[in-house]
């Protein structure tokens, strides 16, 4: 019989699940730690169903917190520690059920919050949040890749009153020991590191239509993704490379950027022979089409793209992924497992 506290969990959940500027696609978790044992949200599900299917997978905490403490390369693989009887799914954790691990406090929310993510690519993205969170017990924690790196950044900054992480490249993470403490801490720091967005010209839809045309590409539902082309800031910060994990896993490393001559039917062209077609393609001043079959965590993470890059101001250094970076995403075991998982369709809404 699940508690109270483990119920309004999952409301919590589903409510930030369904916020674009809190959760895109299967990205974010949340967990709380009952009898020894950390309940997780399964890696590739959406939190937005936390009302509807099963996506809390119960980890064994004292031996991962063991293993994490001996930086054991086992703890990169948070599934060896699930347990089995009580996991009839046979669901796979959170990639990053390490955090949620760490974090010695009850309740934790991790969520990829289009206002953290905005200051936490900059390269004074430190000063920005000091400016901001003075009066909160956070950790600033440059980007690691999620998992055993991501771990060991957070446990080397881990103070005993630490409630909030800011993760560099990544997103936000607030502890508390109740459900509804968490909630409030989790909006007050959103609204504490709040931007507000450029306002972009509308799309060109007609131009959009022809540049379309004998393509595979298609305009997109939400107009706000276009905000990300018709704002000249944007789409050159776009074209600037990968910001955030979630773009790499969900739209593939950086974004494409048409030239002045192209069309959806030109850049199908340009690719080499068994390339994947991009997801979305940019551009410049005029919108965004996107692939015809593009998967819903794809297209919520072209909006998202367009929701971060509309809070950066022009002329921020930015702290962009690295090509080792990307190529150590896409490689990894863990996110290929969410990449399997949002091709197939089980981490759709």
Request: one cysteine or more; glycine letters at 6%; a negative charge.
């Amino acid at each position: 019989m699940r508690s109270a506290e483990f119920e309004a969990l999952l409301d919590l959940s589903a409510r930030i699940g369904a916020d674009p500027a809190l959760v895109q696609a299967a990205g974010g978790n949340t967990s709380i730690k009952e009898g020894g044992t950390l309940w997780i949200k399964a890696s590739g599900l959406w939190l937005m169903n936390a009302r509807n299917t099963d996506i809390m997978v119960p980890v064994a905490l004292d031996p991962l917190l063991d293993a994490l403490g001996r930086y054991d390369p086992s703890a990169e693989k948070a599934q060896d520690y699930v347990i089995a009887e009580r996991n009839p799914s046979g669901l796979r954790p959170s990639i990053e059920t390490t955090v949620h691990a760490l974090m010695p406090q009850k309740v934790v929310v991790h969520v990829h919050c289009v206002e953290t993510i905005a200051l936490a690519v900059q390269a004074d993205g430190p000063a920005l949040v000091a400016s901001r969170l003075d009066d909160i017990p956070y950790a600033f924690v440059p980007y690691a890749r999620p998992g055993l790196p991501l771990a060991r950044a957070i446990a080397e900054r881990l103070e005993e009153d630490t409630c909030v992480l800011i993760l560099g490249n990544h997103g936000l993470a607030v502890a508390a020991e109740t459900v509804d403490e968490a909630e409030v801490l989790l909006y007050r720091v959103s609204r504490l590191l709040s931007v507000t967005p450029r306002q972009a010209p509308d799309a060109d839809i007609a131009a959009l239509q022809r540049l379309a045309v004998n393509s595979q590409y298609r305009l997109p539902e939400d107009a706000s993704i276009h905000r990300v082309a018709t704002d000249l800031t944007s789409c050159l910060i776009a074209a600037g490379g990968s910001l955030y994990p979630d773009h790499v896993i969900f739209l593939g490393k950086g974004s494409v950027i048409a030239s002045p001559t192209d069309t959806a039917l030109t850049i199908e062209e340009k690719l080499q022979e068994g390339m994947a077609l991009p997801p979305a393609i940019l551009f410049p001043g005029r919108g965004v089409l996107v692939l015809k079959e593009a998967t819903s965590g794809a297209l919520a993470m072209a909006r998202c793209l367009a929701d971060v890059t509309s809070r950066i101001p022009q002329g921020a250094r930015l702290n962009y992924l690295t090509d080792e970076e990307n190529a150590e995403l896409l490689g990894w075991d863990a996110e290929k497992y969410r990449q399997t998982l949002n091709r197939a369709g089980q981490a759709l809404q």
